[in-house]
Nanobody, 128 residues
Framework: QLQPVESGGGLVQPGGSLRLSCAAS????????IGWFRQAPGKEREGVGC????????YYADSVEGRFTISRDNGKRTVYLEMNSLKPEDTATYFC?????????????????????WGQGTQVTVSS
């Protein structure tokens, strides 16, 4: 079974940057749509951004547009979430999710129901 694994979380000061990685042991991610989600304590899980399986089409939540970037490195079987200009409100556990490309890739892929496999999450804390 495909199991995504996130890495790269940590503590960063406001205005700083982090890069999260998502890989799946024993499997390539080339053929799947990939989403990044986050969940803060007491809040629902929300979509941060997603990238299509067929090309490099990406969509982002309004709250991170212009600050976060998703990219693929198919040779390394890894998907990245580059986070810049981080704010305290970005503090959350970040999850990588993998979905079969059964539906048209639109901004609706920021929603949880599109995804079949989930990682365990990595903590991102933005604080001075």
């Amino acid at each position: 079974q495909l199991q995504p694994v996130e890495s790269g979380g940590g503590l960063v000061q406001p205005g700083g940057s982090l890069r999260l990685s998502c890989a799946a042991s024993g499997s390539t991610l080339d053929y799947y749509g990939i989403g990044w989600f986050r969940q803060a304590p007491g809040k629902e899980r929300e979509g941060v951004g997603c990238i299509s399986s067929r090309d490099t089409t990406t969509y982002y939540a309004d709250s991170v547009e212009g600050r976060f970037t998703i990219s693929r490195d198919n040779g390394k079987r890894t998907v990245y979430l580059e986070m810049n200009s981080l704010k305290p409100e970005d503090t959350a556990t970040y999850f990588c999710a993998v979905g079969l490309p059964l539906t048209k890739f639109t901004k609706s892929w920021l929603l949880v129901y599109n995804y079949d496999y989930w990682g365990q999450g990595t903590q991102v804390t933005v604080s001075s």
